[in-house]
Nanobody, 118 residues
Framework: QVQLVESGGGLVQPGESLRLSCAASGSILMFYVMGWYRQAPGEQRELVASLTSGGSTNYADSVKGRFTISRDNAKNRVYLQMNSLKPEDTAVYYC????????????WGQGTQVTVSS
């Protein structure tokens, strides 16, 4: 059983930064793509950033230039550096890993709360 666990969320003021971490119970090399999603109260879950095993990244327009996704294969971790945080960034942030075989399977973390408020 593969598990993903997010950490690093918290309460910050607008303009401040946070770094989220996603720890995998096994090697993240099993995932051809990993991503960060977020869901605000009453809103749909949306893709924030993704990172392929080949190093390609993709970001939501709302976070481009402010957020950076990265990984450390040796530590089996994926990170989301969030700078210049805005109140609209407030949400539960989820880590997802997609494994490919005969059938694709998505693994989700439990989520970590990020609150940006003055």
């Amino acid at each position: 059983q593969v598990q993903l666990v997010e950490s690093g969320g918290g309460l910050v003021q607008p303009g401040e930064s946070l770094r989220l971490s996603c720890a995998a119970s096994g090697s993240i090399l099993m995932f051809y793509v990993m991503g960060w999603y977020r869901q605000a109260p009453g809103e749909q879950r949306e893709l924030v950033a993704s990172l392929t095993s080949g190093g390609s990244t993709n970001y939501a327009d709302s976070v481009k230039g402010r957020f950076t996704i990265s990984r450390d294969n040796a530590k089996n971790r994926v990170y989301l550096q969030m700078n210049s945080l805005k109140p609209e960034d407030t949400a539960v942030y989820y880590c997802k890993g997609s494994a490919s075989g005969l059938r694709r399977y998505d693994y989700w973390g439990q989520g970590t709360q990020v609150t940006v408020s003055s």
